[in-house]
């Protein structure tokens, strides 16, 4: 590795010269109430910081950005802080995913544009890992990325509340009748009642865990909760590391390899990781010209047992006990053979350097190989006629009964076509029926919206139903479970074959053969291909507009096609 002198610096383009440009810069940073000798031959830091007042996983980062300076100022750098979009995924309609590929374009084109040497990625709500890592990687800049950390454990009248997975199992309770309005209020509460993200085993937590073992993190970083002191000591690593990646020019195609995204892949797969994990890490991957396809994941998913017992895939524990039990590097240890441990990351060690003296301290809660929570990985992929470029589902996370499973579908053609069927109790359906959605895909959604948990029928839940398989081309949650199939590829809005799929048709799943089908001959779905309408454009202008025409399918991650590594020449160093 090589040591950088102040004069290569890439902010001495923006500083050093003695020409009219660069004084101009000097002066403006004395305008900010800088000395030349605060900023001038020092790595220049961007703090991305994520935070805002709607993005309620990030509410601690209007402080903890204040850990990083002081990290970064220790080691002789000199941070700024650059407010960066803020995807929050609670209040972001009619999906975060909408907006995933537009921080990340605003990441790369930030870093691009600005005197920066390197940058602390501060992200953690689902969208913002894969957002602020896909655009910093097309930068080419050295990043180290801050994960929010989880929230605390919920808790209500002495049960333990896990984010999203509690709040669809007490509903289903409270559809069937059996919750008052006090206890609803006091779930409310006290579901999600600290800073940081989601503290099941969803998006948030597999996504940080996946930046942890692709070597983007301080080693163990993704596990900390957000409002333990360890979490700020944290902080100021990031800051202190950051200025030694700058000298060390430690950028991110050093780290950011093949074997970097097998890693994440075996291990979110051990984590029992959300779903979304294929879109993010297959988008993730391609922008540092790694090729990592379903067929890959579904492969490494067959031989990767599930060992973290952490909800919704495990049974028991949440992120805080995962934190306690010895965290992500700790989880890594048992599976270290199965990864490839001379992966370099962020800490200029390799990956097996960094797992050196984890412990397990909870083997209930981080199992050992012997004793899986499932014996094999969290997620498998599916094809046939009705996905033949794939589709997803979570095998650990619903009733074994549905692994293979045939019964006539009931499609619903819109979320709210389908959302008024289900209240209706006078509704005919069976526990055999296959719910399916179209229309709910990329373009459809728009955007790939977490519709993908459709709710069970009323009828149903009021005769001791929880769970039926149904199918869609959106994504879900990573916080929730049941027998969903989901990222249905091609999407039906484009025309994929499941727009041609009738109520009444006979659907098979056959997990053991990862096969997906619907029962109809192929002349009547030539018929049916050929009397299938394009729906009408959802955008005439804007982001959406651009959205539709540039977003690849599922099974290619979801990233505009022009910002993939392949698609051209990038623009290098912008004139100064
Ligand atoms: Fe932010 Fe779940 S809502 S991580
Ligand atoms: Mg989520």
């Known amino acids: 590795m090589t040591h950088k002198a102040p004069k290569d610096l890439r902010s001495a383009r923006w500083f050093a010269p003695d020409d009219l440009r660069s ?39 209007k402080e903890r950005v204040q850990d990083v300076k002081r990290g970064v100022f220790q080691a002789g750098g000199f941070p700024v802080e650059m407010p960066s979009l803020s995807v929050d995924e609670s209040f972001t309609k009619p999906t975060s995913m909408l907006y995933r590929n537009m921080l990340a374009m605003e990441t790369e084109e930030m870093i691009r544009s600005h005197p920066l040497d390197g940058v602390v990625l501060m992200g953690g709500c689902d969208k913002t890992t894969p957002g602020l890592v896909m655009g910093a990687i097309s930068a080419g800049v050295p990043m180290v990325y801050l994960p929010a950390g989880p929230m605390l ?65 301080l080693p163990g970083a993704s596990s900390i909760p957000a409002v333990d002191a360890g979490h700020q000591r944290m902080g100021a690593d990031c800051g202190r590391r950051i200025v030694e ?76 006990d995962f934190f306690y039990a010895g965290g992500l590097r700790a989880l890594m240890k048992q599976i270290e053979d199965r990864l490839d441990l001379s992966a370099l990351t962020i800490t200029g060690k390799t990956l097996g350097e960094n797992l050196e003296g984890a412990v397990v301290y909870n083997d209930d809660v981080i199992r050992p190989l012997s004793n ?9 992929v599916l094809r046939g006629n009705l996905c033949p470029d794939g589709a997803v589902i979570k095998p650990a996370a619903c009733d074994p ?40 895909g990329p373009q459809g959604g728009p955007g790939f919206p977490e519709w993908g948990m459709l709710p069970i029928p009323k009828a149903l839940i009021k005769q001791g139903h929880r769970d039926m398989l149904r199918i869609s081309d959106a994504r879900m949650s990573g916080t929730s479970y049941g027998a969903c199939v989901l990222h249905v590829a091609p999407e ?59 977003v690849t399918q599922a099974d290619k991650g979801c990233d505009f096609d022009f910002l993939q590594s392949d698609f051209g020449r990038t623009a290098g160093e912008p004139d100064i």
């Open 23 to 61: 004084f101009g810069h000097r002066s403006r940073m004395m305008q900010l109430g800088y000395s030349e000798e605060d900023f001038r031959d020092k790595p220049v830091i961007g703090v991305l910081n994520t935070w805002s007042e709607l993005n309620t996983c990030h509410s601690h980062f």
């Open 153 to 217: 454990r919920g808790n209500y009248a002495g049960k333990i509340l896990g984010s999203g997975s509690d709040a669809w199992k007490y509903w289903d309770e409270r559809r069937a009748g059996n919750i008052s309005d006090d206890e609803w209020l006091g779930i409310q509460g006290g579901i999600a009642r600290s800073a940081g993200t989601c503290m099941t085993m969803g998006t948030a937590s597999t996504m940080t865990a996946i930046a942890d073992a692709m070597g983007l993190t």
């Open 245 to 320: 990646m700058v000298w060390e020019d430690l950028t991110p195609d050093w780290i950011i390899t093949d074997a970097a995204c097998r890693n994440a892949a075996v291990v979110a797969m051990a984590t029992g990781c959300s779903t979304n994990a294929v879109v993010h890490l297959i988008a993730m991957a391609r922008r540092a010209g790694v090729e990592l396809s379903l067929d890959d994941l579904d492969a490494l998913g067959r031989v990767t047992p599930l060992i973290a017992n952490v909800r919704p895939s495990g049974r028991d524990y949440l992120m805080e």
């Open 372 to 380: 899986p929570v499932y014996e094999e990985g969290s997620l498998a």
């Open 401 to 440: 009964k549905f692994h293979f499973h045939e019964g006539p579908a009931l499609v619903f053609d819109s979320y709210p076509e389908m959302k008024a069927a289900i209240d209706d109790e006078t509704l005919e359906v069976t526990p055999d029926h296959v719910l399916v959605l179209r229309n709910a």
């Open 492 to 550: 039906s809005y484009v025309g994929g074959p499941l727009a041609l799929l009738k109520t009444g048709d006979i659907v098979r799943l056959d997990l053991a053969n990862r096969r997906l089908d619907m029962l109809v001959g192929e002349v009547e779905l030539e018929a049916r291909r050929a009397a299938w309408q394009a729906p009408v454009p959802r955008f005439e202008r804007g982001y959406g507009y651009l959205f539709q025409r540039h």
